[in-house]
Structures are given as structure tokens and as C-alpha cells.
């Protein structure tokens, strides 16, 4: 079963400041999808960023980029120009391709809650 | 027009009662899911289903139950209500052999 690692349980950074939230996962799979979604206090998931395993290059949504190690299985969520909106809990997930992907769901790390300090 | 919506938003209940959440997607896909948030933020999958497989996370007591009445909705009975039942539930919906998920804003229930 794949498993999904999220070390820093709470982050700080100053608004306008860059911050790098860390994930790192567990699978034997070759082929899979790798995302992160923010949870603001309205519980709503919202998907900030998804990344397809077989492609290299980092997936960047405006703000937000990763940084996508397959071979160390690593998929980091780097937010800049931090804002007093970014702040969230930040889930990495994991999904796999296998019979469609479908019914499998999603592996979600335990999350990151992102303090924003005006 | 929400594309993925549940009902209600807050559920509070006494132990040992049953109650039903619902969930309806009008996005047109094919597998619909129910996810557990617990007291930590973690989140956890309980079941997935499309017209043709069930597939239940095999933690999940048999008191809960998905039922699906057409492809649009899957419900989520749950009997016997206990304290531990407390958490966030999350109804989810996406097409196989697509990445994407859309999540509904959640149902919190109160088991007291």
C-alpha cells in the first residue's frame, strides 16, 4: 500500500516570503498522480497543484510550483509571495493509475498547517 | 450550481441513532467516494463506487453503508451511532483514468 509522509506538522513564514512545504511517499508503482490540496478554516478542499509521474518537468500553477523527485519520491509544494490567504492546512496526496485510478481514491499525508505572519 | 454538494453541513445526534448523509455531483462522473476527516485533520478513503465495483476500505465497521440510487448520488448510512463517529465527511467525485477530484464542502457530525 502506498503511504503518504508530511514531516512538518506546522509552518511559519512572513507575508511576502517564500516557504516550502515537504512530502514524501512510498510506492512501487512507475506511473502515478501526485497532488496538493489546501484546506482553509472553511473545510472546503480546494486541488492547488497536481504532477503526473511520467512527466519531468514540475508542475507551476501561478504562486505555486513543485518540486518533483522521482527517484528520492519526494513532491515539495513551494508557495512565494506568501499571502494572509495561503494560510490552510496543505495535504500532498497520492493516486494511482492502476485499473484507471479510479477506484482506488486518494492517499493523503497527515498535513501541514501554514501560518502566514503579517 | 455546485458540482458537488452534501447535505446537510452540520449533523448533531445522539449514540445509537441512524442518520443518512447525502451527495449529489452534476459533473457527470463516473465514481463517487466518501471520505473520514478525524480529529487530527486526517483524512482517510471509506469507500469508492461506480456502476460497477464497490470497493470499501476494509477499517470501516460495517455500520456505515453507501447506497447509490443512481450515478449521481452516493448516500452514506451509518447505524448504531458512536462518539468515535465524530468527525468531518467528505463526498468526492472524478472520472477513471482522469487525475482530477472535486470535493464537496463536507458534513460535520456530533455524535453526543
Known amino acids: 500500500a502506498q503511504t503518504v509522509t508530511q514531516s512538518q506538522p506546522e509552518m511559519s513564514v512572513q507575508e511576502a516570503e517564500t516557504v516550502t512545504l515537504s512530502c514524501t511517499y512510498d510506492?512501487?508503482?512507475?506511473?502515478?498522480?501526485l497532488f496538493w490540496y489546501k484546506q482553509p478554516p472553511s473545510r472546503q478542499m480546494i486541488l492547488v497543484i497536481r504532477?503526473?509521474?511520467?512527466?519531468?518537468q514540475n508542475a507551476t500553477e501561478n504562486r505555486f510550483s513543485v518540486n518533483f523527485q522521482k527517484a528520492a519520491k519526494s513532491f515539495s509544494l513551494k508557495i512565494s509571495d506568501s499571502q494572509l490567504g495561503d494560510a490552510a492546512m496543505y495535504f500532498c496526496?497520492?493516486?494511482?493509475?492502476?485499473?484507471?485510478?479510479?477506484?482506488?481514491?486518494?492517499?493523503f499525508g497527515k498535513g501541514t498547517h501554514l501560518i502566514i505572519q503579517p | 450550481d455546485t458540482a458537488v454538494s452534501q447535505t446537510p453541513k452540520y449533523l448533531v445526534t445522539q449514540m445509537g441513532n441512524d442518520k443518512s448523509i447525502k451527495c449529489e455531483q452534476n459533473l457527470g462522473h463516473d465514481t463517487m467516494y466518501w471520505y473520514k476527516q478525524d480529529s487530527k485533520k486526517f483524512l482517510k478513503i471509506m469507500f469508492s463506487?461506480?456502476?460497477?465495483?464497490?470497493?470499501i476500505n476494509e477499517t470501516v465497521p460495517n455500520r456505515f453503508s453507501p447506497k447509490s440510487p443512481d450515478k449521481a448520488h452516493l448516500n452514506l448510512h451509518i447505524n448504531s451511532l458512536e462518539l468515535g463517529d465524530s468527525a468531518v465527511y467528505f463526498c468526492?467525485?472524478?472520472?477513471?483514468?482522469?487525475?482530477?477530484?472535486?470535493f464537496g464542502s463536507g458534513t460535520r457530525l456530533t455524535v453526543v
Open positions: 504532477q503526473e509521474a511520467y512527466k519531468q
Open positions: 468526492a467525485s472524478s472520472l477513471i483514468g482522469a487525475e482530477g477530484y472535486t
Open positions: 496526496a497520492y493516486r494511482s493509475t492502476r485499473s484507471g485510478g479510479g477506484a482506488d481514491g486518494l492517499t
Open positions: 510506492t512501487s508503482e512507475s506511473d502515478y498522480y
Open positions: 463506487y461506480n456502476n460497477k465495483e464497490l470497493i
